[in-house]
Structures are given as structure tokens and as C-alpha cells.
């Protein structure tokens, strides 16, 4: 089992910034990929950004460029840094892991663009 805490988010009006942070624990393989995904109400989960262990990184068009996710492989830990942030991204983000070919969700922590 692999548990996964997040940290991070929150409110803040439109043009500013947030980080979230997540940290993963348990039965750890050094195979995998690490990401962000995020729901807004009404909406289906989509990934947001992804980055495997050898770094190869994916982002979601709709952030291209204003967001920037990081690893740090010796600690399992995963960031996501948000900049220019709009209302559209207003969704609860998901920290996730793929591993041994089963996902695992961290309890999700809730972003609101509004001013």
C-alpha cells in the first residue's frame, strides 16, 4: 500500500500563485509515475500534470506554461507549482501515483480562483 499526503492549496484571487506538495509513504518502487489531477463540480477527473521517476513530464494544455510540476525521488515527493492562476482551474487537485500498474489518490485538497 502506498498512502499519500498532500499539502498546499487554497483561495486566491486570479492572476496569483499557489503550490501544492505531496509526500508518499508505505511500499515505495522506484518505478513510477507521479502526477496531479484535479475535478471541478459537475466535471470529470483530468490529469493536470504528470512526471515519471526518469522525469519525463506531461502537462495538460490548459495549464502549458503557467504551471510547473517537480520531484524529488530520494525524499517521494511530488509538487506542483501553479502561477497565473484562473478561475477555470478553480477544482479539488488529486496527488497521484502509478506504480506496479495501480494508481493511488492522496484525499484531494480544494483550489479556488475567485476574487
Known amino acids: 500500500q502506498v498512502q499519500l499526503v498532500e499539502s498546499g492549496g487554497g483561495l486566491v484571487q486570479p492572476g496569483g500563485s499557489l503550490r501544492l506538495s505531496c509526500a508518499a509513504s508505505?511500499?515505495?518502487?522506484?518505478?513510477?509515475?507521479m502526477g496531479w489531477y484535479r475535478q471541478a463540480p459537475g466535471k470529470q477527473r483530468e490529469l493536470v500534470a504528470s512526471?515519471?521517476?526518469?522525469?519525463?513530464?506531461t502537462y495538460a494544455d490548459s495549464v502549458k506554461g503557467r504551471f510547473t510540476i517537480s520531484r524529488d525521488n530520494a525524499k517521494n515527493t511530488v509538487s506542483l507549482q501553479m502561477n497565473s492562476l484562473k478561475p477555470e482551474d478553480t477544482a479539488v487537485y488529486y496527488c497521484?501515483?502509478?506504480?506496479?500498474?495501480?494508481?493511488?489518490w492522496g484525499q484531494g485538497t480544494q483550489v479556488t480562483v475567485s476574487s
Open positions: 497521484n501515483r502509478k506504480q506496479e500498474s495501480i494508481d493511488y
Open positions: 508505505g511500499i515505495i518502487y522506484s518505478i513510477n509515475t
Open positions: 512526471i515519471t521517476n526518469a522525469g519525463t513530464i
